[in-house]
């Protein structure tokens, strides 16, 4: 459900709510929040609420001491972990200037900007996601190990999927939070997960994604439990990746994803680093059946590019990033990378895997790439692109 401000402001009221986390994101997409009580919502909606960007990713050199959060009500979710007496909820918020412009660093913006870039061109996307995570033992301080929870394989069942309990308390909750996650299996490496979402619109896929690995670390700590959605948490085991489907329609209600995936696959050097922005998201590049070549096919393989026609519909499903990644950057960029083959009408490659180009083999390769693009300089602030190129990731 998606509400607006006045229902929001009596949702509050109703429901004894007592906390209100306003969540933003930083330039890596990491969730950040500040908390509210009740009655600074209506202060929140119509001027914001401060805080100090400078000690936060992609805004360190931003030339103001404060920028304000202002909540998106169609975001309202109640948090269904903490008490049902003085309940708490969370909105994901947008960041202004003091003056009350849009902060063109904020990466929910940028992905809001692409998004009408495509609907001014008549073009609909739509985005699907199957991220991947491991499950592992915490020693008796409750510190994470890398001891994982079961030794079960693909789609195994219990008593071998000792995860299955787990991950069926995080799609009740995410369901609770108004998400609808589609299915949910055991992967291939040992106490390694997928849950995979229905398609959305980029804006609500981007912030479902932000919600479900909170959910998901959450309901991992509840269960003595440490989630783990790094590239490669295991190095001789299968990597994490975070595979998204891409739908593209024009206004004229036709399919146009095969043009949008050739569009992808003609800029993904570039925007590599965005995609896969560890030094460790390269060690998973070759592993198992993970990408490592620009190239696609209709089989599902290990191909970077997955192109399937089914009922009807087209579905390309690129394989490379991973949950290090920012989504709405990510989503950003493939939209504007997925208008740019819809509007040149690009056809595919061939499909020569043995002759396709290599995806970038590090991160220092990925950054060199990204600082020369005019393409990434055309869609990614300054502030932002120089986070990625000048600094090791954070997290």
């Known amino acids: 459900m998606e509400y607006t401000v006045d229902e929001v402001m009596k949702y509050i009221e109703d429901e004894d709510a007592k906390f ?11 969730q950040k929040n500040i908390s509210v009580m009740p009655g600074e919502i209506k202060k929140a909606f119509e001027s914001g609420i401060p805080i100090n960007p400078r000690r936060i990713a992609g805004f360190r050199d931003y030339p103001y001491a404060s920028l304000f959060l202002k909540p ?65 033992s915490k020693d008796e301080n409750g510190n994470p190990t890398r001891i994982p929870y079961d030794q079960a394989g693909y789609m195994d069942i219990a008593p071998a999927d000792r995860c299955e309990n787990v991950r069926r308390e995080i799609c009740l909750t995410i369901e609770r939070m108004g998400l609808i996650p589609e299915r949910s299996h055991h992967e291939q490496g040992p106490g390694q997960n997928e849950i995979d979402f229905h398609y959305a619109r980029p804006l609500k896929a981007a912030d479902q994604q932000t919600t479900f690995k909170m959910v998901v670390n959450t309901i991992a700590d509840r269960y003595g439990l440490s989630a783990d959605f790094s590239p490669m948490p295991l190095p001789d085991k299968p990597g994490n990746g975070y595979h998204i489907n891409i739908y593209a329609v024009d206004g004229d209600g036709r399919d146009v994803a095969a043009y949008a995936a050739a569009g992808i696959l003609s800029r993904i050097p570039e925007i590599t680093l965005f995609l896969n922005p560890t030094e460790e998201s390269y060690a998973r590049f070759g592993n198992n059946t993970a990408p490592d070549r620009v190239d696609w096919s209709d089989e599902g393989a290990s191909e970077l590019m997955y192109v399937e026609e089914y009922l009807g519909k087209i579905r390309a499903e690129l394989r490379s990033p991973d949950a290090s990644c920012n989504p709405y950057l990510v989503y950003a960029l493939l939209i504007y990378a997925g208008l740019e083959g819809i509007e040149k009408e690009m056809s595919l490659p061939e499909k020569a895997a043995e002759e396709s180009m290599l995806l970038p083999g590090s991160r220092r390769e990925a950054s060199k790439l990204a600082k ?24």
Request: hydrophobic share 40%; net charge negative.
């Open 372 to 395: 020369a693009s005019d393409f990434v300089r055309a869609y990614v602030p300054a502030g932002i692109l120089s986070e990625y190129t000048h600094c090791d990731h954070p997290y």
């Open 72 to 136: 998106d009500p169609s975001t309202l979710s109640i948090l269904p972990w903490r008490p049902d007496s003085g309940k708490v909820l969370r909105m994901f918020c947008d960041m202004y200037t003091p003056d009350g412009e849009v902060v063109k660093a904020d990466t929910r913006a940028i992905l809001k900007q692409a998004a009408d870039r495509a609907r001014d061109a008549g073009i609909s996307f739509r985005f699907g996601s199957e991220m991947e995570f491991y499950l592992f």
């Open 20 to 30: 209100i986390r306003l969540a933003f994101r930083d330039a890596y997409g990491v």
